[in-house]
């Protein structure tokens, strides 16, 4: 009953928010006439009511009403009840530690897994691996644990970046980072580039956008897949 996007930028060069997916998004989210936003990740720190506002700006283009999580008094109820969910980009620590504390890891998860739409884009899109372990983030605050919802059976790293054979930075690239993450764990990664997505319906995940994704496995060189590749073996 999946019905999901998994984005990695809301927001690619040359273009607004969330527009690159404009026509994902309107299949997305065809039949709800309200979104619930999640807007705890805060980017750059920002208030739930800032964030809410760049999303409900929008989404006003498609006639869509947009409510921040943080309007209800409560946030369970709010999930339970949502046409649609679209839970935003930041930092991965902050969203998933709110998540936790208010105790909707559960009830998220069981509402996407029966069909609700769900949007994630950044940080939202880390939670809907095995783990947040992947993310890009400084860890600013400490979840109770790094457990996500495990809407697809691997980890996600949004914002992929392919080491650049020019540069003279010698520090860790994103690859070497994923290489250590194997070398205490075994779920598959996938290395998502700017204006890729992941769709997910039932028990298909594809891979969408222009560009190919990176894809690591245990004690497996990494290896491209093209858009349109069917992901849901990865395990």
Known sequence: MRNTIIASTSTIYGSGYLEYITQPLNILFKNAKTILFVPYARPGGISHDAYTNIAKQAFAKQNKQVIGIHEFKNPIEAVTNAQAIFVGGGNTFVLANQLHKNNLITQLKQVVQ?????????????????????????????????????LVPFNINPHYLDPDPNSKHKGETRATRIKEFHHYNTQPVIGLR??????????????????????????????????????????
């Open 194 to 235: 700017e204006g890729s997505w992941l769709e997910v319906k039932n028990d298909s995940i594809i891979l969408k956008g222009d560009l190919t994704a990176r894809i690591f496995e245990y004690n497996k060189t990494p290896y491209e897949v093209t858009p349109e590749t069917e992901l849901n073996q990865l395990k």
């Open 114 to 150: 029966n069909g609700t739409p769900y949007l994630g884009t950044s940080a939202g899109s880390n939670i809907c691996g095995l783990s947040i372990k992947t993310t890009n983030d400084m860890p600013i605050v400490y979840p109770p644990n790094f457990n996500a919802l495990g």
